[in-house]
């Protein structure tokens, strides 16, 4: 690979691709373990999208939640296309979460 075929910020802006604001993904985590304790999440980011999934950890509080096949045992996924961030997919997914768990009355 030659250098001119590294990534690099300047290349990954140029596709779109929004570097992390990672005060906002931090205030995004502890969103999930205040309002979603127990639960598990990931993100990734690539040039085409931010995303994020998050659902009930089979040991945690809402481990109930979750019955085969339904959207807390599947989780909550979010792809945003680019430009955007993987805090605002993790935001996302916990809204849908919250909303799920409202439409319960849980």
Not at 83 to 93: D, I, S
Request: aromatic fraction near 6%; hydrophobic fraction near 40%.
């Amino acid at each position: 690979m030659g250098n001119d075929d590294r990534p690099t910020m300047d290349k990954a802006a140029g596709s779109g691709w929004m570097p992390e604001d990672v005060e906002a993904l931090a205030i995004a985590i502890r969103r999930v373990e205040t309002r979603l304790p127990g639960w598990w999440w990931r993100v990734g980011a690539c040039h085409v999208s931010a995303d994020a999934t998050l659902a009930p950890d089979s040991k945690g509080p809402d481990a109930h939640l979750a019955e085969y096949g339904n959207n807390f045992d599947g989780g909550f996924d979010c792809d945003l296309a680019q430009p955007a961030t993987c805090a605002q997919a993790l935001n996302q997914c916990i809204d849908m979460a919250l909303a799920a768990k409202e439409a319960l009355n849980v």
